[in-house]
């Protein structure tokens, strides 16, 4: 069967918490080679004190599950046969992004930081997983 091509908006859905105030969620899709080289297709990231609004800031309760819809963006890509694919989620992604000090403080105002503990769901009613387009294939004739 021949590869199918996959064309469009690439979406992670996220279920997470954290016992941070606010962090970030960073999401990466991966071409994994045969060889193991892995090349970054197309990434996104959240902060979590914007994730249901980014005119109203909210921040997160420590220990409570929030979903996460993050964007990555669109992509035109053919994961060829012996190919896999790889999704990396990290709480940063510095310095493509500015580092969240995760105090949950305005940004800026104080040098204070520190570490985020962050729990992703995998499954049962929260499953987090990645959307990815399917485009149709005309038979070659």
């Known amino acids: 069967m021949a590869p199918k091509p996959g064309t469009g908006r690439v979406r992670v859905k996220l279920w997470a918490s954290s016992d941070a105030p606010d962090t970030d969620f960073a999401a990466k899709l991966c071409d ?45 890509i053919v994961f060829n046969k012996g190919h896999r694919i790889r999704v990396h989620v990290t709480s940063s992604n510095a310095p493509g992004w500015d580092p969240n000090p995760n105090t949950g403080e305005p940004f ?15 499954g049962g009613t929260r499953p987090s997983h990645i959307l990815l387009p399917a485009a149709s294939r005309t038979p070659a004739r």
Do not use: H, Q
Request: proline share 3%.
């Open 32 to 76: 994994v080679y045969p060889d193991g080289r892995s090349f970054n297709v197309c990434e996104g990231i959240l902060r979590a004190r914007y994730r249901r609004s980014f005119s109203k800031p909210e921040m997160m309760e420590r220990g409570k599950v929030c979903s996460f819809d993050i964007d990555l963006w669109s992509t035109s």
């Open 108 to 122: 800026r105002a104080s040098s204070r930081v520190r570490t985020a503990r962050n729990t992703i769901c995998t």
